[in-house]
T-cell receptor, first 115, second 111 residues
Framework: EPEVTQTPSHQVTQMGQEVILRCVPISNHLYFYWYRQILGQKVEFLVSFYNNEISEKSEIFDDQFSVERPDGSNFTLKIRSTKLEDSAMYFC?????????????FGPGTRLTVL | QKEVEQNSGPLSVPEGAIASLNCTYSDRGSQSFFWYRQYSGKSPELIMSIYSNGDKEDGRFTAQLNKASQYVSLLIRDSQPSDSATYLCAVPLNSGYALNFGKGTSLLVTP
């Protein structure tokens, strides 16, 4: 069964450093998402991406963050200058057609620890 | 601010019993509703989606939707210890497809 994959599974970085989180969505899916979950808190939407551009973003997704689909398979989230409060699980999700009735499939997540 | 509210629990039920998980939402215009299961340290996994008022059954799971009361629930029949997890209610944000999740209800099924 096709699945969303994410690398790395765990990333440790120093405050102020840049990190890139990588995702490979399901191959025929067209809509891609990043969510994050701070430990003990709810899953929060960051950004959605379609047709090589951001389609929606939350207040959390400020200038520190950027997304890119550098080739036909990868979807990346870059955090430019990490802060302690960026420590969280980051989930990538993909969806086939971008309908409100469609299913989003989540990857296993990347645990980001900022020291 | 559109809200999705869930009782955080923990909800403890004995093995074989029915577990009932509830969710309320603030956006009256919401049309689709999702239940995800999340095991500790893992990613959310879709269990059920529901779009119309009434009940929708899938195996041991039944989702119930009441748009007038802005209420969606998930029933798990014949609960198993493997059902012990956090159950997340999710509703699309705004007019797009990004999901707004509730904080989740922790379910513990005791043998």
């Amino acid at each position: 069964e096709p699945e969303v994959t994410q690398t790395p599974s765990h990333q440790v970085t120093q405050m102020g450093q840049e990190v890139i989180l990588r995702c490979v969505p399901i191959s025929n899916h067209l809509y891609f998402y990043w969510y994050r979950q701070i430990l003990g808190q709810k899953v929060e939407f960051l950004v959605s991406f379609y047709n090589n551009e951001i389609s929606e973003k939350s207040e959390i997704f400020d200038d520190q963050f950027s997304v890119e689909r550098p080739d036909g398979s990868n979807f990346t989230l870059k955090i430019r200058s990490t802060k302690l409060e960026d420590s969280a699980m980051y989930f990538c999700a993909s969806e086939a057609a971008g309908a409100s009735t469609d299913t989003q499939y989540f990857g296993p997540g990347t645990r980001l620890t900022v020291l | 601010q559109k809200e999705v509210e869930q009782n955080s629990g923990p909800l403890s039920v004995p093995e074989g019993a029915i577990a009932s998980l509830n969710c309320t939402y603030s956006d009256r215009g919401s049309q689709s509703f999702f239940w995800y299961r999340q095991y500790s340290g893992k990613s959310p996994e879709l269990i059920m989606s529901i779009y119309s008022n009434g009940d929708k059954e899938d195996g041991r799971f039944t989702a119930q939707l009441n748009k007038a009361s802005q209420y969606v629930s998930l029933l798990i029949r014949d609960s198993q210890p493997s059902d012990s997890a956090t159950y997340l209610c999710a509703v699309p944000l705004n007019s797009g497809y990004a999901l707004n999740f509730g904080k989740g209800t922790s379910l513990l099924v005791t043998p």
